[in-house]
């Protein structure tokens, strides 16, 4: 039997913290989201200015990081290198940079799904709230 870690409320309250800090001090209107290792959202946190249309991308982000146990950058590299078939993968619809797999000791415990500005940006923004927990 192997044991399994997983995010509590307390990790994800630091993690959302975090990031929002790391959006703020760079003025950055992003939406910041977190999802369990099954893709479930456990926070979902709009910033003044932020375009509405985030608040959908940065879950699905967040959710095919989670899924695919990988950065959704990936999945970008994937199809902008050619393989539009990509495009039909089930469940993952994310497929842009911003989402950033939480790892721990190989095993995947969830993921931060940012939108708002450059994906390079919101990547920036995840893996600072990520940080936060010492990952």
């Known amino acids: 039997m192997k044991t ?35 893709g479930h959202l456990l926070w979902l946190q709009r910033l003044d200015g932020a375009a509405a249309v985030s608040s959908h991308i940065a879950p699905s982000k967040a959710r095919t990081a989670a899924l695919g146990r990988r950065d959704s950058k990936v999945y970008e590299d994937i199809v902008n290198g050619g393989r539009t078939a990509f495009l039909s993968a089930p469940t993952i619809d994310g497929l842009l940079e911003g989402g950033v797999a939480i790892l721990k000791d190989g095993q995947c415990l969830g993921a931060v799904g940012v939108s708002g500005v450059k994906s390079t940006e919101d990547a920036q923004i995840a893996r600072a709230g990520i940080a936060a927990i010492g990952l």
């Open 4 to 38: 399994k870690h997983e995010l509590e409320l307390a990790d994800v309250k630091a993690i959302a913290a975090a990031a929002e800090a790391e959006a703020l001090k760079n003025n950055w209107a992003v939406t910041i989201a977190i999802v369990d290792d099954g």
